[in-house]
Each structure stands twice: as structure tokens, then as C-alpha cells.
């Protein structure tokens, strides 16, 4: 990939895509409000670089749960790659670990758990690259604990739970494309479940789903034998109760405006939520971070690290796992130079004062 932005990869991604598959991807709730707002939020935002550091040695790479990754970036989970790429989540598996960074797989993947593991363990030298599980939680409790004990004998190193959908949205631009993908491009980890071949589209919105509540967060926490995450936090006080809870990190999210149209941006979002968390738990953020300097922002307003949705998926589509790996090749080459530009080394020194 050259320096071009992803818009360019995502055309290239439009092109070779079903129309449905491309608008199930690309699409948003209602009127788009918010799947715009991410992306323009991270814009608005400006930088207040520092002069005169030494910049010689940057250094990309970070902490989180205790692993040291290659740069502060994982694949945010997104499911049915199987309608990408006829490898699916195989591809998307190999390319995380080939660029040293967190795999979130989905629970609506097209490819199993087992599978998905067996692609782990291909990272650079000296940096991780954990697989993560994003979890669902179906209303039968014996579902999720078949779900929980699988990831963990994987190898899985936490669950994300999903918190922001309920039910699903409705997306009027995949109304307008449906989909129709073969009957074996289902969530092969739902056997049996009504969700298991649902799409985003009209037939679907407003179906209940996955009615999780802080009950269920609080006997997640206590099931799991691995650490549990939270995504799909927009407030402070949510927060503060996942972390009571037993949350170990955050995740600041608006599902890429899929669901629920017309909320607060992420970055918007973000940095009542770190403030209100402060040390206690880890704090991720996703949304619309399409560039090197919307990370250094993501990063100055208090989160970690950040999750990529869509160009993971444009990538995948134009070239599977390597096309994956360039995704981040790319926004790490972005990450370097934002940093050497606003005279920070190291990610620590990436401070609030960065952003005005
Ligand atoms: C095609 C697609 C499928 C997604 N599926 C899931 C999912 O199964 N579970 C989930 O927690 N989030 C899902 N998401 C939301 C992403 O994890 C993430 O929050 C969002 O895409 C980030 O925004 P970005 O695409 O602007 O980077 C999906 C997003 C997309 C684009």
C-alpha cells in the first residue's frame, strides 16, 4: 500500500465486493450520523507538537493486559469475514499476527474458534500478538459457557463483551443491498441459535438479541477463568461500574455507528471516561481512527490503544492476510512519524497537552 489514505482502499475493496457485503461493511445506522461524527470528531481535533526533542530512537510499542505489542493497535472484532475473503477469519487471524498486534475475534465469525487459533504465534520477535474473544452473550447461559470454556482452552487471553447492542440497528443502506451470502457463510460458533445467520438489515432491526445486563456483566466476571473487557462504553459512570465490577480495561465505542445512530462521537467521548477510570483499568478506543495522528489523539486523550474496524476488512478483502498486515504497516509508518513530528520518543510521553 503506498501513503495513500484508506479511502483508496476501500474503493479498491467496493470493486471487488458483493454490493451487499460491501454495504453490510461500510454501512451505519439510520441516517449515518454517527459513522461520519467518529471519524470527523477525530479530525477536528488539533495537535500541539513539542520542539527541540531528540527524536532519533521512536519507539512504537506498549503495554497492555501485560504483553508488550508492537504499537498501541489491534483488529477491532467485526464478523462474517467469510463475505471478504474466502479464507475469512483465518486471513485476518494471520495478518494480526504478522503485523504484532491483538486479534479480537469476533462471536459472529464464519470460522471456528480452533481455527482461528491455529494462525496465532506468528509475531515479530520481542512483541505479542494475543488473540482476544468478543463475546455476545446469548440468553442461555449453558451457550455462553460452552463459548467461555472454548477460547480459554484455545488460548484465548481475554473476552471482550459487547455491551451496545441489544438489538440490532437498522441500517437503510443495507435494506437497500441485501444480503445474500451462501447458507455456509454463518456464525459457525452459534450453532443451533436463531443469530446464527442473521444479517444487518431490515428482517433483523429492532430483534432482541443479546439483552446482557450488569447482572450478567458481574456473573461473566466471575466465570470466566480469563480476563474480562467491556466494549461499548460511552459514559463515565458505565464505566466506573464495569471497573467496580471487575472489568480489566474499557473499550470507548459506538460499534462504528452500526446500532444506534446520532450518539456522542468516541472522541468525544473519551476522555470524561479515561479521567473517570484514571489507573484502575486499561482504557481502548475505536471509531473512525483512519490516521497516524488520530492515534497520537486517541492516545493524548487517554486511551492505550486503539481498535481498527473497517480498513481491516478493506484490507482483507484486497488481500487477505497480507493486506491485513499492511493495514497496520501502514498506520504504525503513520504512528512513527506523527510522533517524531511532535517530539515524542516513546508512547509515554504522549500527554494530554499534546491535543489543544
Ligand atoms: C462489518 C462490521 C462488523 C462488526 N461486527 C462486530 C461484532 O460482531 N462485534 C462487535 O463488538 N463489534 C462489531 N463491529 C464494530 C467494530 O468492532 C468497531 O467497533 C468499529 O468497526 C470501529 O469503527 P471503525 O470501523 O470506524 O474503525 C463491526 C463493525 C463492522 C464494520
Not at 227 to 250: H, P, Q, S, T, Y
Not at 285 to 301: E, F, M, S
Request: glycine share 8%.
Amino acid at each position: 500500500m503506498d501513503s495513500a489514505d484508506f479511502d483508496a482502499l476501500e474503493e479498491r475493496a467496493r470493486q471487488k465486493l458483493s454490493p451487499g457485503a460491501y454495504a453490510f461493511a461500510a454501512g451505519g445506522a439510520d441516517d449515518e450520523i454517527t459513522l461520519a461524527d467518529n471519524v470527523a470528531a477525530w479530525r477536528r481535533l488539533r495537535l500541539r507538537p513539542r520542539m527541540l526533542r531528540d527524536i532519533t530512537a521512536i519507539d512504537t510499542s506498549v503495554s497492555v493486559l501485560g504483553e508488550r505489542l508492537a504499537m498501541p493497535l489491534m483488529v477491532a472484532p467485526t464478523g462474517r469475514h467469510r463475505l471478504f475473503h474466502p479464507e475469512g477469519e483465518r486471513a485476518t487471524a494471520r495478518g494480526a499476527a504478522a503485523a504484532g498486534v491483538p486479534y479480537v475475534m469476533a462471536t459472529a465469525s464464519t470460522v471456528s474458534i480452533e481455527d482461528v487459533a491455529a494462525e496465532r504465534g506468528a509475531a515479530p520477535a520481542g512483541v505479542s500478538a494475543p488473540q482476544w474473544f468478543q463475546l455476545y452473550l446469548p440468553p442461555e447461559r449453558s451457550v455462553t459457557e460452552g463459548l467461555i470454556d472454548r477460547v480459554a482452552a484455545a488460548g484465548f487471553r481475554a473476552i471482550v463483551l459487547t455491551v451496545d447492542q441489544p438489538v440490532y440497528g437498522s441500517s437503510p443502506r443495507s435494506a437497500r443491498t441485501p444480503l445474500a451470502p451462501s447458507p455456509d457463510i454463518r456464525a459457525v460458533n452459534l450453532p443451533g441459535q436463531p443469530v446464527a445467520a442473521h444479517s444487518y438489515g431490515a428482517a433483523h432491526s429492532g430483534t432482541v438479541t443479546f439483552p446482557a445486563t450488569w447482572r450478567d456483566l458481574e456473573w461473566l466476571v466471575a466465570r470466566s477463568p480469563i480476563d474480562v473487557l467491556v466494549k461499548g462504553v460511552l459514559r463515565a459512570d458505565d464505566a466506573r461500574r464495569c471497573v467496580n465490577l471487575g472489568a480489566k480495561a474499557i473499550i470507548v465505542s459506538n460499534h462504528g455507528g452500526r446500532h444506534l445512530d446520532a450518539t456522542v462521537s468516541t472522541a468525544d467521548a473519551l476522555p470524561g471516561i479515561a479521567a473517570a477510570i484514571g489507573s484502575r483499568a486499561e482504557v481502548y478506543v475505536d471509531g473512525g481512527i483512519r490516521r497516524g495522528t488520530d492515534i497520537v489523539k486517541a492516545l493524548a486523550l487517554g486511551a492505550r490503544a486503539v481498535l481498527i474496524g473497517r480498513p481491516c476488512v478493506w484490507g482483507l478483502a484486497t488481500g487477505g492476510a497480507d493486506g491485513v498486515r499492511d493495514v497496520f504497516a501502514h498506520l504504525r509508518a503513520e504512528l512513527a512519524r506523527t510522533m517524531a513530528l511532535c517530539g515524542v520518543a516513546k508512547l509515554d510521553e504522549v500527554t494530554r497537552d499534546l491535543v489543544a
